[in-house]
């Protein structure tokens, strides 16, 4: 307990000592976990998004009429096909709909009743909708029926070209965002070694008097760490409450302009104020470990 008390005591009249070094320290982690958190806020919101709008890419079952089959489609053709879907792992469990050509009328008549209007008999199909549990998998899964040749099922499409750009866009928006998260994480961390290593060689006597008179390792670089420690903390706290400032005044100013889907949201503000708070920890005691180790080759 006393050796911990020393080296806390030593921390804070370090820092102290050095106001200006550590005050641009918790400003450079401020503004890099500021960055970081509205890219992660931004970037989930997009992947969310994205995702959301993956829902939108299914495959689709059309069987025969009787003006396109010499028979009318039965019963068992109809739960053949649904067996064989449901007993197949890529598709959502509740993600096999069966949509009657009775309600797919009602359907068109509410989307585009133009189109119905003068209709004297139903010319569309019974089918199946089909949602996959990933949108990558459509183009297989409809393979896989085509092959099948089920009786009764005149034809199987996915919409090809909407779910391919539908699927590369989503994918491009997942390398970027992670992209720009690895590449804020690198620059933060360069910018906390940097503004540390100022701080360090501007004391690089006092480390070299007390390695001569035999203080270990750990002893000269316990107080440094907590140094970067209580900095990388300080400034990632203040980046959380600019955040939740943010959130709290201008989002809901945003939002009111935007048309905002439920189903689609960024990642909680409780995680990310955690994610921030940890990598501030994280980057400030490993920029002021890894600055000082070559300052200890005494």
Same mark, same amino acid.
């Given at each position: ?175 970027? $965002?992670? %992209?720009?998260?690895?590449? @804020? !994480? =690198?620059?933060?961390? /360069? *910018?906390?070694?940097?503004? +540390?290593? #100022? ?30 420690? $209580?900095? %990388?903390?300080?400034?990632? @706290? !203040? =980046?959380?409450?600019? /955040? *939740?400032?943010?959130?709290? +005044?201008? #989002? ?37 470990? @890894?600055?000082?180790?070559?300052? /200890?080759?005494?």
């Amino acid at each position: 307990m006393t050796q911990l008390q020393l080296l806390l005591a030593e921390s804070v009249r370090s820092l102290r000592a050095s106001l200006s070094t550590t005050f641009a320290a918790t400003m450079t982690v401020l503004i890099a976990m500021f960055l970081l958190g509205v890219s992660i806020a931004l970037g989930s919101w997009v992947v969310s998004w994205s995702n959301n709008v993956k829902k939108d890419v299914q495959v689709k079952a059309f069987f025969c009429t009787e003006h396109t089959c010499a028979q009318s489609v039965t019963d068992q053709q109809v739960g053949a096909v649904q067996r064989w879907l449901e007993a197949d792992p890529r598709i959502k469990d509740d993600g096999v709909t069966f949509i009657s050509k009775a309600e797919a009328l009602e359907i068109m008549r509410d989307r585009s009743p133009e189109l119905v209007e003068d209709l004297t008999y139903n010319p569309l199909p019974d089918a199946f909708e089909i949602q996959p549990k990933q949108a990558e998998d459509v183009e297989a899964i409809a393979a896989d029926l085509r092959r099948q040749t089920f009786a009764g099922v005149e034809k199987v499409d996915y919409g090809r070209a909407t779910a391919r750009r539908i699927i590369r866009v989503g994918q491009v928006i997942s390398i970027i $965002f992670f %992209g720009v998260v690895i590449l @804020l !994480l =690198a620059a933060s961390g /360069l *910018l906390i070694a940097n503004t +540390i290593r #100022l701080s360090i060689y501007a004391r690089r006597r006092e480390i070299e008097v007390m390695k001569l008179v035999g203080a270990s390792n750990w002893f000269v670089r316990g107080p440094f760490m907590l140094e970067g420690l $209580f900095t %990388g903390f300080a400034g990632a @706290l !203040l =980046a959380v409450i600019l /955040l *939740l400032l943010g959130k709290e +005044i201008a #989002l809901p100013a945003i939002l009111g302009r935007v048309d905002a889907d439920s189903d689609v949201q960024a990642l909680a503000f409780a995680w990310t104020a955690l994610i921030l708070l940890g990598l501030g920890l994280l980057l400030g005691a490993a920029g002021s470990g @890894l600055t000082l180790r070559r300052f /200890l080759r005494v």
